[in-house]
């Protein structure tokens, strides 16, 4: 049942998801280059460097360009990549997306596969590699980033659709459960220049 | 064999433990059974040679400090951040961002490292920076909304299951809705009143109008203290953006504390600072100072609402000055005693990196504080950090311990031999 409303709100993202095809076509040189003032915290094959930054190489482009335009935009904030999106071009976050997204990343679940969060698994996979391209890897993220962003869901901190609702049904203990199932899952991201 | 010793080592200890419980302990004692467990009952070891340490060992032979100075790998622990050494000297104990704390220790005495394993595996850790111990043997780990007290730590980390006891209950340390992930990196001390001080970082890069009076109240944006049973919270410092570093003076008493200043204002102000504080309840400026005197954007024009005390040393902009320590040891000239030695994370967001070094500050007669590079070559030509010093603290032979989160180790800085 829950599963079902997921998808259901899937569907009515996908009209979001044409923001994300409506951005310019990134250049991945040009993002390189720009990575440079990202790669002390996510490195610039976006194998995250500290805990509090996740991971984004080989997330979906279109989830990383959503990000950056809302932590510029204020509709997402963070002490630091307020700071860093505040002066980006739409163009510059096409680049850096588009440098990002192309790197590989794959994720090694040795767990069993059905015993992985119902809740989350529509749209970011059992192993934390995501389905849909709204939606974040979650596979190898540190499990206090994941326990923290659900509970600013659940308070309304971080504003989304989907996320916000599913958040709010969940206790402490559920939040650190689903956060402990991705972060034990090994992730490599190979970096393609 | 082991766990004979341990038990008869218990065994020794129980009677001064009680004797230190009725002292001590808070009221509300909760047994660690009464904490989440994780199922959890086996020890995770880390390797502690190979190509990893390799890597690491050729790193430092390009670290330079002053004449007659050496820094050594002492051990390989994952995310190393705030450091405790045991009073007994058998361990140390090593927090990290994420959910482990390690345990370090030296069996051998050869100060190398020859075990490193996760302590309380049966607990579930969140963001457990902050560590420190009592002069009695009382563990303290300050985590992102809860601190826990372990009594002889040294002896029962052992065993899996250890006594465990709430001194801040889940959820009580900050207000829930003002948890976050960053600026949550806790660290404490016990001061010379037998008092813990706990730094409550304040998770915005200039605090918001409308967070200042719960900040005041709760001292989010600044250091709290209380009596070692959790009684007698109060407000010690207000002021702060996001202290992870501080340490009591070893003369004066005074406490001096690093503070991490705004961002986005440019490569080259606001300065990053270190702190003395004279007395309870003093101010250091935030939000309407960035850094030093230089004041916020976001602030500017407005009346400064309350007495500030500006630092003691302005740092360079961006460095990330976190863990300091006062130097009591034997081991080093007399120059450098009661000098604080104190570490640069390095900048995230400066177009040249700067930091990534270990800092000395030298204070005089007058109390006038003066910092300077005492090991330094993280940074690579290309402009790369090869490691991100985040802590230092002292053995008790007088050399020094310095963390690194980025190379996931812990380095050794002697003099002489």
Same mark, same amino acid.
């Given at each position: ?19 994300? /095809? ?8 040009a993002?390189?280059?720009?990575? $440079?003032?990202?790669r002390? @915290?996510?490195?610039?094959? +976006?194998?995250?460097?500290?805990p ?18 809302a932590?510029?935009?204020?509709t ?7 700071? *860093? ?16 997204? +192309? ?16 809740? @989350?698994?529509? @749209?970011?996979?059992?192993?934390g ?20 962003? #659900? ?12 996320? /916000? ?14 956060a402990?199932?991705?972060a034990?899952v ?8 | ?19 230190a ?6 009221? %509300?004692?909760?047994?660690? &059974? ?13 390797? !502690?040679?190979?190509n ?22 002492y ?12 009073? /007994? ?33 049966? #607990? ?20 992102q909304?809860?601190? #826990? ?18 001194? *801040?209950?889940? $959820? ?15 660290? @404490? ?9 706990? &730094?409550?970082? !304040? ?11 719960v ?12 009596? #070692? ?5 109060? =407000?010690?410092?207000?002021? =702060?953006?996001?202290?992870v ?16 200043? *705004? ?11 270190? %702190? ?46 976190? +863990? ?13 005693? %009661? ?19 270990v ?12 910092m300077e ?16 010093? *985040?802590?230092?603290? /002292?053995?008790?032979? +007088? ?19």
């Amino acid at each position: 049942m829950i599963r079902l409303t997921a998808l259901a709100l899937g569907e009515m993202i996908l009209a979001g998801g044409a923001f994300a /095809q409506g951005l310019p076509e990134g250049d991945r040189t040009a993002g390189r280059q720009l990575a $440079g003032q990202c790669r002390t @915290c996510h490195g610039l094959d +976006g194998y995250a460097r500290i805990p509090i930054a996740p991971h984004i190489g080989g997330e979906p482009a279109a989830y990383l360009a959503a990000q950056l335009t809302a932590f510029r935009d204020g509709t997402r904030t963070h002490e630091m990549m307020t700071v *860093v999106a505040k002066s980006l071009t739409d163009d510059q976050i096409a680049n850096l997306a588009a440098w990002y997204s +192309g790197h590989t990343a794959t994720a090694t679940l040795t767990a069993d596969p059905a015993e992985a969060p119902e809740l @989350c698994v529509a @749209c970011h996979g059992a192993d934390g590699i995501a389905l849909i391209p709204e939606a974040p890897n979650l596979a190898g993220e540190t499990n206090i980033y994941i326990d923290t962003q #659900l509970k600013a869901f659940r308070l309304g901190k971080r504003v989304n659709e989907i996320m /916000q609702p599913i958040a709010a049904e969940m206790t402490d203990a559920e939040i650190r459960a689903a956060a402990d199932w991705y972060a034990d899952v090994g992730l490599v991201v190979e970096m393609v220049e | 064999m082991r766990n004979l010793a341990t038990t008869v080592s218990a065994l020794c200890l129980s009677a001064g433990i009680a004797a230190a419980q009725t002292a001590d302990v808070p009221d %509300n004692l909760e047994k660690l &059974s009464n904490f989440q467990m994780t199922g959890t009952t086996e020890f995770t070891y880390i390797d !502690q040679t190979g190509n990893f340490a390799d890597g690491i060992k050729k790193t430092l032979e390009g670290i330079t400090l002053p004449d007659g100075f050496k820094i050594e790998l002492y051990a390989i622990v994952p995310d190393a951040r705030h450091m405790a050494v045991g009073p /007994q000297g058998i361990v140390v104990f090593v927090g990290t961002r994420k959910d482990q704390v390690w345990a370090v220790t030296d069996r051998n005495k050869d100060r190398v490292a020859d075990e490193v394993k996760n302590f309380a595996p049966s #607990l579930q850790f969140a963001i457990p920076n902050g560590v420190c111990f009592s002069d009695d043997g009382f563990l303290y780990i300050a985590e992102q909304n809860r601190v #826990l007290l372990f009594p002889a730590a040294e002896f029962f980390y052992e065993s899996p299951d250890v006594a465990a006891f709430n001194l *801040v209950a889940q $959820g009580d340390l900050i207000p829930v809705e003002q948890e976050s992930f960053n600026h949550t990196a806790r660290v @404490c001390d016990i001061g010379p009143d037998n008092k813990i001080y706990i &730094s409550l970082g !304040q998770p915005f890069n200039v605090a918001p109008p409308e967070n200042l009076d719960v900040n005041t109240r709760t001292g989010v944006g600044g250091i709290i203290r209380m009596n #070692l049973d959790g009684t007698g919270r109060e =407000v010690y410092t207000y002021g =702060v953006r996001n202290s992870v570093g501080h340490d009591h003076h070893p003369v004066t008493g005074e406490l001096w504390f690093t503070d991490n200043q *705004v961002d986005g204002m440019g490569d080259d102000i606001p300065p990053g600072e270190l %702190n003395r504080q004279t007395e309870a309840g003093q101010h250091f400026g935030h939000p309407w100072f960035g850094g030093g005197t230089t004041r916020t954007n976001e602030y500017a024009g407005q009346e400064v609402p309350v007495e500030v005390v500006h630092p003691a040393v302005e740092t360079v902009a961006h460095a990330a000055d976190l +863990g300091m320590h006062f130097y009591t040891g034997g081991m080093f000239p007399a120059q450098y005693q %009661n000098a604080i030695f104190s570490a640069q994370h390095g900048s995230w967001n400066r177009t040249t990196p700067v930091g990534a070094r270990v800092m000395v500050t030298m204070i005089d007669d007058e109390g006038n504080a003066t910092m300077e590079p005492f090991a330094e070559g993280w940074i690579d030509g290309n402009g790369e950090y090869l490691g991100r010093p *985040v802590d230092v603290t /002292q053995l008790r032979d +007088g050399s020094l311990l310095v963390s690194d989160d980025l190379a996931g180790a812990i380095y050794r800085i002697s003099y002489g031999q």
